[in-house]
């Protein structure tokens, strides 16, 4: 017991001795910008003068979206995946279990009966 008392000291000794190294100082690094002040300024004013700068987003009305694919073909993804059989398990939802589904899926059913 004692042994391995004096092994964890002596690796926490260790790693505080090799982890406590501060960084040099460089002292106090001077400001860097393609801006001149008066330019830095006159954005300033304009953007604090613009109209509805504080306005929250969405109080203007509905936003526009760009639609990216069919909504038919959108509406039968939706419903294909809201009625798969084994759509809330997950491979990792027991150890070392496989999620293996033991339903038709409705919607193959459907297609089939057709």
Partial sequence: M???NILSYAALTLLVATGAQAEPYD????????KSRQDVNAEAVRTASAPNQNVARGS???ETVAASKDRAIVEAEAIRTASA????VAS???VN???????PH??????QAK
């Fill in 2 to 4: 004692k042994t391995m």
């Fill in 27 to 34: 002292g106090v690094h001077p400001a860097v910008s393609s």
């Fill in 60 to 62: 203007r009305g509905p």
């Fill in 85 to 88: 059989p084994d759509q809330n």
């Fill in 92 to 94: 990792g939802s027991r």
């Fill in 97 to 103: 279990s496989k999620v293996v589904s033991t339903m």
């Fill in 106 to 111: 409705p919607a193959e059913a459907r297609a």
